[in-house]
Each structure stands twice: as C-alpha cells, then as structure tokens.
C-alpha cells in the first residue's frame, strides 16, 4: 500500500534535500510538531531522566541522554549495547510515545524507505560546549533499516563523513525541526556534532536535544 502523503500526487516536496546517497534531509519536517514532541519528551524523561554516560575508555560523555521504547542504547566502561532495561532506574525504558512513532514513519516513508517501525529512539541533550566525536552507529541489528533524526532546540554544526574516518567530513547546519534520514550506503558513514554554540531557544531555552529513531533489536 502507497500512503498519498502529499495529498496530491503532483505535488512535488519542497524540504526534500540529498545530502548523500541514502541521506535525506527534511528541513523543518517537525518544527509543527514542537509542542507534542516537548510533551513527549517531559513524559519520557519523568521516568527515564537524562545521564551523563561513560564512554568505553572510561570518560565521561559532554551529551546527556536517555531512550524510550523496546530498547535503549547504553554506554559504559565495558561498551556500547541495546539494552531493555534502563541501568539507572532497573526499569524496563519509557514506551515510544505515539507522536515519535508517527513522525519517524512518516520521515521514513518520504525519504523513499517503506514501513520504519523503530524499536529505539535515543534521546540526546546538548548543552553549551556538548559534542559528539566521530564514530559510526553499528550497535544496531538490522543495517538495512534507516536511522531517522530530529533535531529540536538551539542550532548545531552536524559532521558528516564518509565510510572511513580518515575522509574528511562535511558540515551540515542543523536547526529546529530538521529531519534527517540515513539509510542505505549512508548509514554506516562516520558522523559528529560540533561543540554547541551558546544561545537561547523560544521552546528549548539554551539547549539542544536529538531524537535519533533505530531499529535496533
Ligand atoms: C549518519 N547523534 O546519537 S543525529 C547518535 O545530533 C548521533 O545527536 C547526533 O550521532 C546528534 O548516534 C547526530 C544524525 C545521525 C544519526 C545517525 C546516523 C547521522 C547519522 C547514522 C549514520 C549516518
Ligand atoms: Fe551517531
């Protein structure tokens, strides 16, 4: 089944931009749905509250972060793993909330891949100064599944490279709302954020969060 999700067939998607082969960026996809994604994150984040978790050397990471639904993604000295359970809490994560799922299927199927049902969706929060070095996300079972993010709050400087780490990554402005889907020969790229720039955001104040969906069970 084809869902007509431009309610037109011959309307075309202004927002839809090719970064890369397999990756799409839809600007400002979410940016309507500010208030129902905020609420949402206040319900996850009551029961599963942002952590600073330790990276597999043993430092501490400058992104806080937590997950929702089946599986979450977890780091510490002994690795990088999907676990069920959250450590912090010994409860299983919060469920995917209904406004998540909708607004990853629906990215998903713009970019062009079928049915995403996401069985994780990693919550990062970057404060001023927070950056992500380099790395590639290969935690996850399926690599034929895409990767969707959303980026809420103040603006970032997104690193995308390529298949090795030595290729020298681009940089990609991300702002409110931004979609972005990695699948295909993207999804195993090298990708970072830059150190956060300082700033006040209307919704988010002086923060950042990035909602990343997976499939990763
Ligand atoms: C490209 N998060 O959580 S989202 C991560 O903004 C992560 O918080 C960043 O990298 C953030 O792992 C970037 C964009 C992103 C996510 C996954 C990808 C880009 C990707 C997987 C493959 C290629
Ligand atoms: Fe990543």
Known sequence: MTLDLFGDDCETN???EALALGATLLRGLAAPQTAGLLLAIE???ERAPFR????????RMSVAMTNCGAAGWVSDESGYRYDAVDPTTGQPWPPMPAAFLQLAAEAAERAGFGEFTPDACLLNRYEPGARLSLHQDKNERDMNAPIVSVSLGLPAVFL???ARRA??????PLAHGDVVVWGGPARLFYHGVLALKDGEH???GRSRVNLTFRRAL
């Open 167 to 172: 290729q020298r990554p681009r940089r990609v």
């Open 202 to 204: 209307r919704a988010l």
């Open 160 to 162: 995308f490279g390529g």
């Open 43 to 45: 319900r996850v984040t």
């Open 52 to 59: 600073i978790m330790a990276t597999r050397g043993g430092y």
């Open 14 to 16: 202004k927002e839809l």
